[in-house]
């Protein structure tokens, strides 16, 4: 980066991609203070040392928030936190509680601690089941409890966007990469693929627009980057849709699976839609971003980490060779 070294806050950095934040960050020189749930993982961030400081912090309790930023005073922030985004997770009360309150309370510390920019990840489930590109003035349409909390957030930090401190919304399509979580589409398939394998796979049709996860970094950092005025929300999507079919026929290519696909093995989610794509040329215009790598590049670069990193090999299930 060219930018000189920031005081940076990231919140879920313990998550996909708030750990890959995390890691661009320290490469790039900046003092990062990852902050993780109490008891979370945190199996994908590197070693504290020089330029990272890892703090747990409940984002639930505003005080801890307020002691965490004002001892910190980050000049970005990242807000990657959020609950409800897995199966597993249901407790509307506690998705509510994160997801929202959790972004209140990070917005007054960060507002109050004289933070220069705060980037906020939304989802694209906020905007529900379209037949259609989504575009980010359209009416949001949440169908889960999830997605409603998620985009309760993006109005919130929509209110904070013409105050002093720059606030944005990315909402993030299907980001995929290294240390993305094992039971996803992209990095099953390579970990499954890796054994000759495929998954038990859903619906062929079903469509997801794919982003790999350098990319979805890329437009942070454009974000923040000192002169940047972005609207309040902006699509992280590639602009390109791709179907189930399509990710296991590139899996098939670039690792010589012969096993053929048995479709229907697992079941459909309720968040499941043969259409799924985000229209991006607002964040094109405004912060010069585009998401250039194609699946087939991506998904590559999955399969060359994952052979190349054997202390992941247990978590996704890849065999040691011979």
């Known amino acids: 980066m060219s930018e000189p070294a920031r005081r940076t806050l990231v919140t879920g950095a313990g998550g996909f991609v708030g750990a890959n934040l995390v890691r661009r960050l320290v490469a790039g020189g900046h003092a990062v203070i990852a902050a993780v749930r109490p008891g979370g993982n945190r199996w994908r961030l590197p070693e504290a040392g020089a330029g990272l400081e890892v703090v747990e912090l409940d984002l639930t309790d505003a005080g801890a928030v307020e002691c965490v930023v004002a001892d910190g005073r980050p000049e970005w922030a990242f807000h990657l ?11 509307a009360r506690a998705i509510f509680e994160t997801n929202v309150m959790g972004a209140v309370h990070l917005l007054e510390a960060c ?9 906020n990840a939304g989802s694209s489930s906020e905007y529900g089941l379209k037949d259609h590109p989504a575009d980010e003035q359209e009416a949001l349409a949440p169908n889960s409890e999830y997605a409603a909390a998620k985009a309760g957030a993006t109005l919130l ?7 002093p401190m720059r606030v944005t919304t ?24 890796l054994r000759g394998e495929l998954p038990p796979l859903a619906d062929p049709d079903v469509a997801r ?3 790999e996860v350098e990319d979805a970094l ?8 000192p002169g940047a005025s972005p609207a309040p929300v902006l699509n992280v999507g590639s602009g390109r849709q791709t179907t189930v079919r399509e990710a296991v026929e590139v899996a098939r290519r670039r690792l010589g699976i012969e096993a053929e696909p048995e479709w229907g093995t697992m079941g459909r989610r309720r ?6 794509i985000a229209r991006t040329e607002r964040a094109e215009r405004e912060l010069g ?8 590049e991506g998904f590559g670069r999955m399969v060359d980490w994952l052979r190349a990193t054997p202390a992941v090999w247990p978590v996704y299930g890849v065999a040691p060779p011979g």
Request: proline share 4%; net charge negative; hydrophobic share 45%.
């Open 218 to 225: 890329d437009a942070f950092l454009a974000a923040v980057r």
């Open 157 to 163: 930090f929509g209110q904070a966007h013409a105050g």
């Open 81 to 91: 936190a959020a609950h409800g985004a897995y199966s597993w997770q249901t407790d």
């Open 289 to 296: 971003w585009r998401a250039p790598t194609t699946l087939e």
């Open 111 to 119: 507002r109050a601690a004289g933070c220069e920019a705060l980037v």
């Open 170 to 193: 990315l909402r993030l399509y299907s980001i995929y990469g290294p240390w993305e979580d094992p039971g996803r589409l992209i990095a099953t398939l390579a970990a499954r693929g």
């Open 271 to 276: 968040w499941d839609t043969n259409t799924w």
């Open 209 to 211: 627009d794919f982003v």
